[in-house]
């Protein structure tokens, strides 16, 4: 088992979710993916450490009171410098919603949309810095943007982060995946008519399970909800659940990793 100690930026390092009932949430994800989990104080409202095997592999914390945005886990960046980000994503069609700032020791943050208003973070590390294991069961496995116009948002994460954008051959839908070098840092996806009109431009984590079947029915029993049944696809099979409390997420049971390590 791996430890990853810093991730390539450019290439997502980092997940988190904000959510009504943290405590809840902790045994629905603690339950579903082995996670153990180190509780931040009250001031940083709760961020809570993820950890598989002792590796960090991603965050949790309650949604403040009073807020209205749904729960949704968030896709971070690995960042050098987030000043200088902020200016590229402003330059080419996005905003930034909040940062860059602060975050104590561990490093510095932004939140941002796309050129076509997909919500995505920054991370510029210090001394957390990321993910510590991924593609194992119970750790992120992949990241795709689902937005209503995919040459748009493939051009702008280009531009930002310096990623190639390649067409997959895939027939029945329009999707390029986006390369940093060697590695592949996730994927862009156009929603067609089939998406409901309501659903806005998102980004989708995937988790690894060993057994997808086994993971819905885990779901389901602890109150989540399957959305998209499983299915089989060339890379491995997979299904889109919620949390209790309207999260979305993959679960994906690999057969074949894409190449994300980092280094």
Same mark, same amino acid.
């Given at each position: 088992m791996s430890t990853i100690e810093r991730h390539t930026p450019g290439t997502v390092s980092w997940v988190d979710l904000m959510t009504p009932d943290l405590e809840g949430a902790l045994k629905f994800y603690g339950s579903i993916f082995g996670w153990t989990f180190e509780v931040g104080p009250p001031e940083l409202?709760?961020?809570?450490?993820?950890?598989?095997?002792?590796?960090?592999?991603?965050?949790?914390?309650?949604? &403040?009171?009073?807020?209205?945005?749904?729960?949704?886990?968030? %896709?971070?960046? !690995?960042?050098?410098? $987030?000043?200088?980000?902020?200016?590229?994503?402003?330059?080419?069609?996005?905003?930034?919603?909040?940062? &860059?700032?602060?975050?104590?020791?561990?490093?510095?943050?932004? %939140?941002?949309? !796309?050129?076509?208003? $997909?919500?995505?973070?920054?991370?510029e590390p210090k001394n957390h810095t990321g993910a510590q294991v991924i593609h194992e069961p119970g750790s992120m496995l992949w990241h795709e943007v689902n937005t209503r116009d995919h040459r748009k948002a493939a051009d702008f994460y280009g531009r930002v982060f310096g990623l190639e954008g390649r067409k997959l051959d895939a027939p029945g839908i329009d999707y390029v995946t986006l390369h940093k070098g060697d590695k592949t840092a996730g994927g862009v996806l156009q929603m067609n008519e089939q998406w409901p009109a309501e659903i806005p431009p998102h980004w989708m984590t995937y988790f690894a399970v060993a057994d997808v079947d086994a993971s819905i029915a885990q779901v389901e029993e602890l109150g989540g909800k399957m959305h998209v049944p499983p299915f089989d696809t060339p890379f491995g099979r997979q299904s889109?659940?919620?949390?209790?409390?309207?999260?979305?997420?993959?679960?994906m049971t690999p057969s074949k990793l894409p190449d994300q390590s980092s280094g």
């Open positions: 409202h709760h961020y809570t450490t993820c950890s598989l095997g002792g590796r960090r592999v991603a965050g949790l914390s309650k949604r &403040p009171e009073g807020t209205a945005f749904p729960p949704v886990w968030s %896709v971070y960046f !690995d960042g050098e410098s $987030a000043e200088q980000l902020a200016e590229s994503i402003r330059a080419n069609g996005g905003q930034i919603v909040m940062g &860059p700032m602060d975050v104590m020791d561990f490093g510095r943050m932004l %939140v941002a949309s !796309d050129a076509t208003g $997909a919500f995505f973070g920054v991370w889109v659940v919620t949390d209790p409390w309207g999260a979305a997420f993959t679960l």
